[in-house]
């Protein structure tokens, strides 16, 4: 579905609302029904969350955003917000609290998501109430729930046992054989949005933005290419890091992405309960911002900014305007991205063509979450709606933002102006990253001479 501007008909968007909770729903329960109830008890990392108190906060939000607060209804269970309140618990915490047992809490949420249903059949999308205009209320409930089906997703990740949960392997692509960088232009384009209707509030308001040319990555860095700064010591050479990051890998004995061990000459990798030899041909997984810096460093190169990073995936040269997607304006299809847990791995780097933007970078949307330079501040403009919990608390050099989603991303919760942001220590997400440099005199008078 295009909506480009957020004047699509109410009743279309209506429509894609109940697709949207539908499909989340749908992920939730394969997520929380493929192990035994133990397990969903149990804490599988300090990390991340039980997953039985993912499987009630989810109904929880739903619960107070669109029965309360859309529908003006009476709260289901008011006793447990404080419960699932992620705020007011850390995850590490979390097992220790009276949680719904899994029986219970499949009760609470499939109770919730009915009077949901009710709710979003009952309101108008249009009217001035910002929450329900074009349904955004109904919107930011399906990516918050597919958000949490992420977490779910790298809770599964680091679960050990028995594999539990299965995906076709990404379709076989041909080695890419085209450029290893494209030039992107200098010059001003519009960063973010004020008219995607499900957008979050970090993405707005839209605001133009300048940045120098400079040359990215056609295809994220491969753990191919990554093995090579491991076997040439990347890890033991402080040249290459961040202070802050030379100190973390020295204090945890770091020498390789997150799941990798070597075994002999080879290098495995353990991928949702299954131990395999590390496909060099894929994205590197599991890295932390600071990995990706030093390894960018230690390339000669370094990581995009924020800011160059979108333009790379939605700046079109030839009309000067942002589209969505690096492809358009339509949703994305199983031939653009690697996305919602079709598969669970990266696709080969370079798949996708049918993805890539104008200027033909690949790869951008899907397949891993690619880090930037940028630590996550908000954009001109910036107003918290409709809580300051979802972005605003989190403004600041602490947290770095990462672009593009991944394979555990819903295309809903996935677009060219979609930010993530997370420490520069963490690896146990679906990080990957691309490099960048900046473009050279030579570079630049080869372009205008074409």
Request: aromatic residues 10%.
């Amino acid at each position: 579905m295009t909506v480009p501007d957020g004047t699509a008909d109410p009743e279309a968007l209506r429509e894609r609302a109940l697709d949207a909770l539908l499909a989340a729903r749908a992920r939730t329960a394969l997520l929380t029904s493929c192990v035994e109830d133990p397990e969903l008890t149990a804490q599988h990392s300090p990390l991340m969350s039980p997953l039985v108190w993912d499987l009630a906060h989810i109904g929880n939000q739903e619960d107070q955003w669109l029965l309360r607060t859309v529908g003006g209804q009476e709260a289901i269970r008011p006793e447990i917000d404080g419960l699932y309140d992620a705020f007011e618990h850390p995850r590490a915490e979390r097992p220790a609290l009276p949680l719904l047992p899994p029986a219970e809490a499949r009760r609470y949420v499939h109770e919730v998501r009915g009077r949901a249903l009710d709710v979003l059949e009952g309101t108008a999308f249009r009217g001035g109430d910002r929450l329900t205009e074009a349904g955004f209320a109904f919107g930011m409930i399906a990516q918050h729930e597919q958000q949490h089906d992420e977490t779910m997703l790298i809770t599964h990740q680091l679960r050990t046992g028995a594999p539990a949960l299965t995906a076709e392997d990404p379709p076989p692509a041909p080695n890419f054989t085209g450029p290893s960088e494209v030039l992107v232009p200098g010059g001003p384009f519009t960063m973010g949005t004020s008219t995607e209707p499900w957008a979050l509030d970090n993405e707005r308001p839209a605001h133009r933005r300048t940045v120098a040319p400079f040359h990215i990555d056609t295809a994220p860095v491969t753990n191919g290419a990554y093995q090579g700064f491991v076997e040439d010591g990347g890890y033991d050479d402080a040249r290459w890091w961040a202070p802050e990051g030379w100190a973390h890998v020295r204090a945890h004995g770091i020498v390789a992405p997150l799941f990798w061990r070597r075994e002999g000459r080879r290098w495995l990798r353990r991928r949702f309960g299954v131990v395999e030899a590390v496909p060099p041909d894929e994205p590197v997984l599991h890295v932390s911002w600071y990995e990706a810096d030093a390894y960018a460093r230690w390339a000669g190169r370094r990581l995009p900014t924020e800011a160059e990073w979108e333009k790379a995936a939605r700046h079109d040269p030839a009309t000067g305007r942002s589209r969505r997607y690096p492809w358009g304006d339509t949703d994305p299809g199983p031939a653009h991205a690697n996305l919602g847990q079709r598969h669970l791995r990266p696709a080969p780097a370079g798949s996708y063509p049918a993805g890539e933007s104008p200027l033909g970078v690949r790869q951008l949307m899907g397949d891993v979450w690619e880090w930037t330079a940028s630590d996550l501040e908000p954009y001109p403009g910036f107003t918290a709606f409709p809580y300051r919990e979802y972005s605003e608390v989190f403004f600041g050099p602490e947290y770095k933002v990462l672009r593009g989603g991944s394979f555990a991303v819903d295309p809903v919760a996935c677009r060219g102006t979609f930010r993530n942001w997370d420490y520069p220590v963490r690896r146990q997400i679906f990080s990957g990253f691309r490099t960048a440099r900046d473009a050279s005199p030579e570079a630049l008078a080869a372009r205008e001479a074409v």
